[in-house]
């Protein structure tokens, strides 16, 4: 597949790819604050109670903590669901003739009635927010703003126990810095404490036990226009280095591609991936798809990391007709066929069958081993989906002696883009086919 010269390069920026071959990983630890981790994954919708039940139901993510006109907010309903490490939180609007605006009740001090109305509007069920946890807000507001970053909520203490600040991402996105002052050593039974203030533990017969195993966020994926000035922007207030690329080249099919950069913290807890379209190929990106969909760049896809992803996936099939979430298509046999001898050193001929079973698609580096899948779009455009993922190997030890997994172990799937490719192809082509025959 040849690919115009233009979307590889980006002279205005100074940005250039040079593919997945000729990338060179390396760490600068170029952070220009301290990043902890993922904290929160914040998804505007307007019906955030349906929302939140069928992320539950799906994903086997309890509900944990709550801020609604139940606990006196009569600005927002937010409904936060967590299994292991992975926080994911569902906002909704309240009429606006109800607030007292000399009394706010909004649990998020960022949350704006017409913002979040309009963000529904233009994007329909999306993420609105990507939390990560830092050392202090105010110096990670500060610093980003003033290297260059858009200003979205200045710094706001909350109850003198935490402080949340904002930053645009992309497109409507934000990125938001939260940190915790005087947090207890392990916080983790109380919800109230370990997300933010104001927010309740929900009355255990509005809650049920449920454990797929997924366990934390892996990497949220962005689509943007231009690669380039994203890029260059994030890197620019962040001080995050590029953990890993791919071109068209590398991943592409004979009919559609994308061109990809992953940006990565210090510590590689935090990947930030972001696509962008390719043009003069058979059929329209999917990224450029996404983006007319989407009424621009937004988060495309978050990569959730299973402790397990055999049973995961048992899980989620199960319900994937009865309010759960549908997948891809699984590639052909052949592809199973080959994968004994491109991965039977680490999986069992069994853990192969369940595979293919499955739909679980395997790829390796020269590191580790990485088991993905992917569902179709979870709402209404051919936008936002998920991905479950587990990596296997690259295994190490820090300082204490705990023993962590390496950022990015296995890859990102490059083996497997092509697949993936192809099955949203086919996909995009039986929703062309429908239009096509309602309007002859």
Same mark, same amino acid.
């Given at each position: 597949?040849?690919?115009?010269? @233009? @979307?590889?390069?980006?002279?205005?920026?100074?940005?250039?790819?040079?593919? &997945?071959?000729?990338?060179?990983?390396?760490?600068?630890?170029?952070?220009?604050?301290?990043?902890?981790?993922?904290?929160?994954?914040? &998804?505007?919708?307007?019906?955030?109670?349906?929302?939140?039940?069928?992320?539950?139901?799906?994903?086997?993510?309890?509900?944990?903590?709550?801020?609604?006109?139940?606990?006196?907010?009569?600005?927002?309903?937010?409904?936060?669901?967590?299994?292991?490490?992975?926080?994911? $939180?569902?906002?909704?609007?309240?009429?606006?003739?109800?607030?007292d605006t000399n009394t706010p009740t909004a649990s998020i001090p960022s949350f704006d009635h017409r913002t979040c109305r309009d963000f529904s509007a233009k994007h329909g069920l999306a993420v609105?927010?990507?939390?990560?946890?830092?050392?202090?807000?105010?110096?990670?507001?500060?610093?980003?703003?003033?290297?260059?970053?858009?200003?979205?909520?200045?710094?706001?203490?909350?109850?003198?126990?935490?402080?949340?600040?904002?930053?645009?991402?992309?497109?409507?996105?934000?990125?938001?810095?939260?940190?915790?002052?005087?947090?207890?050593?392990?916080?983790?039974?109380?919800?109230?404490?370990?997300?933010?203030?104001?927010?309740?533990?929900?009355?255990?017969?509005?809650?049920?036990?449920l454990d797929y195993g997924i366990r934390r966020l892996d990497h949220a994926v962005g689509n943007v226009p231009e690669l380039g000035p994203a890029v260059s922007y994030v890197k620019g207030f962040?001080?995050?280095?590029?953990?890993?690329?791919?071109?068209?080249e590398d991943v592409g099919t004979a009919e559609s591609g994308l061109n990809s950069v992953v940006l990565a913290n210090n510590e590689e807890t935090v990947l930030l991936p972001m696509n962008e379209?390719?043009?003069?190929?058979?059929?329209?990106?999917?990224?450029?798809?996404?983006?007319?969909?989407?009424?621009?760049?937004?988060?495309?896809?978050?990569?959730?990391?299973?402790?397990?992803?055999?049973?995961?996936?048992?899980?989620?099939?199960?319900?994937?007709?009865?309010?759960?979430?549908?997948?891809?298509?699984?590639?052909?046999?052949?592809?199973?066929?080959?994968?004994?001898?491109?991965?039977?050193?680490?999986?069992?001929?069994? @853990?192969?069958?369940?595979?293919?079973? $499955?739909?679980?698609?395997?790829?390796?580096?020269?590191?580790?081993?990485?088991? @993905?899948?992917?569902?179709?779009?979870?709402?209404?455009?051919?936008?936002?989906?998920?991905?479950?993922?587990?990596?296997?190997?690259?295994?190490?030890?820090?300082?204490?002696?705990?023993?962590?997994?390496?950022?990015?172990?296995?890859?990102?799937?490059?083996?497997?883009?092509?697949?993936?490719?192809?099955?949203?192809?086919?996909?995009?082509?039986?929703?062309?086919?429908?239009?096509?025959?309602?309007?002859?």
């Amino acid at each position: 597949m040849t690919v115009g010269k @233009q @979307q590889e390069t980006h002279p205005e920026s100074g940005f250039k790819l040079v593919g &997945f071959k000729n990338f060179v990983r390396t760490n600068p630890r170029s952070d220009r604050f301290k990043v902890k981790r993922f904290h929160h994954v914040e &998804f505007w919708c307007s019906d955030a109670t349906n929302t939140a039940r069928r992320f539950s139901w799906g994903l086997g993510m309890p509900l944990v903590a709550k801020s609604d006109l139940s606990t006196g907010n009569h600005t927002h309903a937010s409904y936060l669901l967590r299994s292991g490490d992975l926080c994911f $939180l569902f906002t909704a609007p309240y009429s606006p003739s109800i607030a007292d605006t000399n009394t706010p009740t909004a649990s998020i001090p960022s949350f704006d009635h017409r913002t979040c109305r309009d963000f529904s509007a233009k994007h329909g069920l999306a993420v609105r927010a990507v939390g990560i946890e830092v050392d202090d807000a105010e110096i990670a507001f500060s610093t980003s703003i003033s290297h260059g970053a858009k200003p979205s909520t200045e710094p706001i203490v909350l109850d003198n126990r935490a402080v949340i600040a904002e930053v645009h991402l992309y497109g409507d996105v934000v990125l938001r810095y939260v940190s915790y002052k005087n947090r207890d050593a392990n916080p983790s039974s109380d919800p109230d404490i370990w997300f933010l203030p104001k927010f309740e533990c929900p009355d255990e017969a509005t809650s049920f036990p449920l454990d797929y195993g997924i366990r934390r966020l892996d990497h949220a994926v962005g689509n943007v226009p231009e690669l380039g000035p994203a890029v260059s922007y994030v890197k620019g207030f962040t001080g995050f280095h590029e953990f890993a690329e791919f071109t068209a080249e590398d991943v592409g099919t004979a009919e559609s591609g994308l061109n990809s950069v992953v940006l990565a913290n210090n510590e590689e807890t935090v990947l930030l991936p972001m696509n962008e379209p390719v043009f003069g190929t058979k059929r329209k990106s999917q990224i450029q798809t996404y983006l007319e969909h989407n009424e621009g760049a937004g988060l495309q896809h978050l990569a959730l990391v299973s402790e397990d992803i055999f049973r995961t996936l048992r899980e989620m099939r199960k319900r994937s007709g009865v309010g759960g979430f549908e997948f891809m298509p699984s590639p052909p046999p052949t592809y199973y066929k080959n994968l004994k001898n491109r991965a039977g050193d680490v999986l069992s001929d069994d @853990q192969i069958k369940e595979c293919e079973e $499955l739909g679980i698609l395997v790829d390796r580096d020269d590191q580790g081993t990485l088991l @993905q899948i992917f569902t179709k779009p979870i709402g209404d455009r051919p936008t936002i989906f998920i991905e479950i993922i587990q990596r296997v190997g690259c295994m190490l030890k820090d300082e204490t002696g705990r023993e962590y997994q390496k950022g990015g172990c296995g890859g990102f799937g490059k083996g497997n883009f092509s697949e993936l490719f192809r099955s949203i192809e086919e996909y995009e082509k039986t929703l062309e086919a429908k239009r096509t025959a309602e309007t002859a």
